[in-house]
C-alpha cells in the first residue's frame, strides 16, 4: 500500500474530524507476543446485498484447528462497529457472545462451517476503513485492518483463505460489479437487479479483500505473459476521466513485462483491473487482482501533465503491480513485518524506474527524497527500526523508514551478494514461501542461502533505529593509500547503545592528475576497520559510498580542489552529483553565515562555475543528467545544515 495521509487521525487528515475517536490508551502489541491463530480458515463466501445506505453481508467460514497453534475451542473474529444479525455454526443457530467489538463463539469439533449476517452502512462510514459510499460508488479499503468493519473475520495477516464471492445491486446504480479474483458468472435479475461471482484462487489475508461497485467505464488491453496466457487489463474510471488512462495501461504492460524478465514472476490471474477513485484516502493499494488508486497515480493529460506527473504513475503503477508476488502471494505474518512487502517492493519499483528512465538520476531522486523523509525521522524522537518491536496503532509505522530505509537495507543486501546471487536468493524466497505469511528473517534466510553466505550482523540493521555516521581518514604509505572507517550509530528513544552494522561501501580512489581508479566494495564490519588500497597516481582523491551503497552519512574533511575533481571528472554519477552538492553546499553555508572572505568567495565561485562548465561539455552525459547536476541545493536543506 502507498498511503498519501494518515488515514486513521484526524490530524493526518482534516477530512476525518468527525470520525469516532480512538481509544486514549490503545493497548501495546508487541512482537515477541505473537503467537500462530488457533483456526485456519482455508476458504471463505461472502454473498453482498448491495446498497448505499444499507448492504447486507453473508459471510460463510470454514475453519479447521492449525495444527500449528495452542489448540482452544474459541473463535474470536474481529469486528469494528459491526451487529451480527444472525450467527449459525454447521448450519445450526448458536451461542455467540460479544466481547468488546469482537464476536466470539465456542466450536466443540475440528472442522466446522460458521455463516454470520451482518448489516453495514457504507454512506456513515467516513472512517473510509472497510466498506464505503464514494459519490455514488461502492469501494473498500481493508490494509490494515478495515475488514473487520465489513464482517466479523480473523483480521489479521497470517490467516489466508481463498475467496467466493457473489455481488448483487441495482444495476442502474452499480453497472459495475468488480472484486478480486477472476470473474466466472455474472447475469440479470427481473427486478432490475444484477451480480457477478468472483473467485480468487490464491489464498490471501483479508487486508486484500476488494470490492468496487459503481458507473465506470474501462480503458482495456490485454497482456500475453511469457508463458501465453492472455490477462485482461482494465483501467476503471468514470467516463469524464477515460482520455487520461492511457499512460497508466501502457506503465501497466511495461511493469508486468520486466517483472518476468528480471525477477522471474509472471502475473497469475485472467484479470489485472485499477480502479481510480478521487477521495480514495490512500495513494493506492494492492488489492489482489483489483488495485484502488487515488486518481492522481492513475490520470495523466499529455496537454498538460509534466514529466514528474508521467513518472508518478508509472513508479505508483509498478509498485502496486510488483505487490503481485511480494506482498500477496508471500504476505507478512504479522504487521512488524511490515518492511518485509513495502521495502521489498519499494526496490523493485525504484530498480523498474531506474530501467525505464535511467539508472543516476533515479538514484540521485531516491536518495534526495530518503534524506528529506527518512533521516529526519532517525533522528527525531519517533525514531523505529525497519521491523518495530511493538506499537499502539499500526496505521503509525507505513514511515519513510518502514519504506524508503526498508527498500535500501535490502539493495545494501543486493549490493553485497551481487545481482545473480541476489535474484537467485530472491527466486528461493518466492518458492519457499509462496502462499504464506513470512517473516523479515525469512526473507534474509533465503538470500542467505540462495547466496552462500551467512550475513548474521546485517539482522542489526532490522533491529536498530537510527543513520549510522562513518568517518573517514586516510593516508597515503608508498604506493598504497590507507583508509581507516569508523562508524558511530547515535543513540535512539529506548535504544540508548548501539552494536556496529555491516556498512557496504563502493568506492575508488582516482588521481588528481586524470587517471580513475576501479570501484571495489569494501564492508565495514567493525567501529574501526582499516582498508589498503590502490593508488592510481599522484594526488589521490577518495570516491566513496559511490550510488549510495548504504544509507549513512558520510564524514569527510575533503579540500575544494578536490571536490571540484570528483564534481568534473568522478565515473560514478551518484559521486559526482554528491561532490557537487557538497562544493556548493560549503560555498553557501560560509557566505551566508560571513565566515568566508572575498577572495574565498571569488575563488568557490569560479569552483563552482567551473565544475557545471565541465558538467555541460560532457558529451557522456544525457541531458537529464546533465540538468540534475545543475540543482544547487535546497533552501530547507542549507537551514538545516546551518541550524
Known amino acids: 500500500m502507498d498511503i498519501a495521509t494518515t488515514p486513521t487521525t484526524p490530524e493526518g ?6 470520525a469516532a475517536p480512538t481509544p486514549h490508551e490503545p493497548p501495546v502489541i508487541r512482537r515477541e507476543d505473537y503467537r500462530p491463530y488457533p483456526w485456519a480458515v482455508p476458504t471463505t463466501t461472502l454473498d453482498f446485498r448491495l446498497g448505499l445506505e444499507a448492504t447486507r453481508v453473508t459471510a460463510t467460514l470454514a475453519v ?6 495452542e489448540p482452544t475451542s474459541e473463535l474470536r473474529l474481529n469486528g469494528d462497529g459491526l451487529t451480527a444479525d444472525s450467527v449459525t455454526v454447521d448450519g445450526a443457530p448458536v451461542e455467540w457472545r460479544m466481547d468488546g467489538a469482537d464476536l466470539v463463539l465456542d466450536l466443540p469439533g475440528d472442522k466446522h462451517r460458521v455463516t ?59 453497472p459495475i460489479l468488480l472484486c478480486n479474483g477472476n470473474r466466472i458468472a455474472e447475469g440479470d435479475n427481473a427486478d432490475g437487479t444484477h451480480w457477478a461471482e468472483w ?37 476503471w474510471v468514470r467516463k469524464e476521466d477515460l482520455a487520461r488512462t492511457d499512460h497508466a495501461l501502457e506503465s501497466l504492460h511495461r511493469s508486468m513485462q520486466w517483472d518476468e524478465e528480471v525477477f522471474g514472476r509472471e502475473y497469475d490471474l485472467d484479470l489485472y483491473n485499477i480502479v481510480a477513485v478521487s477521495d480514495f484516502n490512500m495513494g493506492a493499494m494492492e488489492n489482489k487482482g483489483l488495485n484502488v488508486f487515488n486518481t492522481k497515480y492513475v490520470l495523466a493529460d499529455p496537454d498538460t501533465a509534466t514529466d514528474a506527473d508521467f513518472d508518478a504513475v508509472e ?67 519517533l525514531a523505529h527500526p525497519i521491523r518495530p518491536d511493538s506499537y499502539r496503532e499500526i496505521s503509525n509505522f507505513y514511515t519513510a523508514t518502514v519504506y524508503n530505509k526498508g527498500a535500501e537495507v535490502i539493495r545494501m543486501m543486493r549490493a553485497m551478494v551481487g545481482v545473480e546471487r541476489f535474484r537467485t536468493g530472491t527466486d528461493l524466497y518466492f518458492e519457499r514461501h509462496d502462499g504464506e505469511a513470512a517473516t523479515c528473517e525469512d526473507f534474509v534466510k533465503a538470500i542467505e542461502d540462495g547466496a552462500g553466505i551467512d550475513r548474521t550482523r546485517f ?69 574501526e576497520q582499516s582498508f589498503d588500497l590502490p593508488l592510481a597516481g599522484g594526488d589521490p582523491v577518495l570516491s566513496i559510498n559511490r550510488g549510495f551503497t548504504a544509507p549513512v552519512v558520510i564524514e569527510r574533511d575533503l579540500s575544494r580542489e578536490d571536490l571540484v575533481f570528483l564534481a568534473a571528472h568522478d565515473d560514478d554519477p551518484f559521486a559526482r552529483s554528491e561532490a557537487l552538492q557538497e562544493l556548493a553546499v560549503g560555498h553557501l553555508v560560509g557566505t551566508a553565515s560571513g565566515t568566508l572572505s572575498a577572495e574565498a568567495q571569488a575563488a568557490g565561485e569560479a569552483a563552482i562555475i567551473g565544475a557545471f562548465r565541465a558538467s555541460l561539455a560532457d558529451n557522456a552525459l544525457d541531458d537529464a543528467m546533465r540538468g540534475e547536476l545543475m540543482v544547487l541545493p535546497s533552501e530547507t536543506y542549507l537551514f538545516e545544515v546551518m541550524a
Not at 487528515?13 to 468527525?18: F, G, I, K, T
Open 13 to 18: 487528515n482534516p477530512e476525518l474530524a468527525d
Open 116 to 174: 454470520i449476517v451482518t448489516t453495514i452502512d457504507p454512506s456513515a462510514n467516513t472512517q473510509l476503513m472497510g466498506l464505503y459510499a464514494s459519490n455514488g460508488m461502492l469501494c473498500t479499503q481493508c490494509e490494515a485492518e478495515g475488514f473487520r468493519r465489513i464482517t466479523f473475520f480473523p483480521d489479521r495477516p497470517d490467516v489466508l483463505s481463498t475467496y467466493a464471492v457473489r455481488m448483487e445491486g441495482d444495476k442502474a446504480l452499480f
Open 459 to 527: 539482522r542489526r540493521w532490522y533491529s536498530q533505529a537510527g543513520t549510522p555516521r562513518v568517518a573517514v581518514l586516510q593516508a597515503v604509505e608508498g604506493d598504497r593509500l590507507k583508509l581507516t572507517l569508523r562508524q558511530t550509530v547515535p543513540a535512539t528513544p529506548g535504544q540508548p547503545d548501539k552494536l556496529p552494522m555491516p556498512i557496504p561501501l563502493r568506492l575508488a580512489v582516482h588521481s588528481r592528475g586524470g587517471a580513475l581508479g576501479a570501484e571495489r566494495l569494501v564492508v565495514l564490519e567493525e567501529a
Open 315 to 381: 513508479g505508483v503503477i509498478a509498485h502496486e503491480y510488483f505487490h503481485n508476488w511480494s506482498g500477496n502471494r508471500v504476505t507478512c505474518r504479522d504487521w512488524f513485518q511490515l518492511s518485509l512487502k513495502e521495502g521489498f517492493t519499494v526496490l523493485r519499483d525504484q530498480l523498474f524506474s531506474q530501467d525505464m528512465r535511467g539508472e543516476a538520476v533515479k538514484r540521485i531522486e531516491d536518495v534526495r527524497i530518503l534524506r528529506a523523509a527518512q533521516f529526519p525521522e532517525d533522528a527525531g524522537p
Open 199 to 235: 473467485h480468487d484462487p490464491w489464498p490471501k489475508p483479508s487486508y486484500l479483500f476488494a470490492l468496487v461497485a459503481g458507473d465506470l467505464v474501462a480503458n482495456s488491453k490485454p497482456f500475453t505473459t511469457r508463458s501465453g496466457r492472455e490477462v485482461e487489463c482494465n483501467i
Open 64 to 69: 479447521e484447528r492449525n495444527p500449528a497453534a
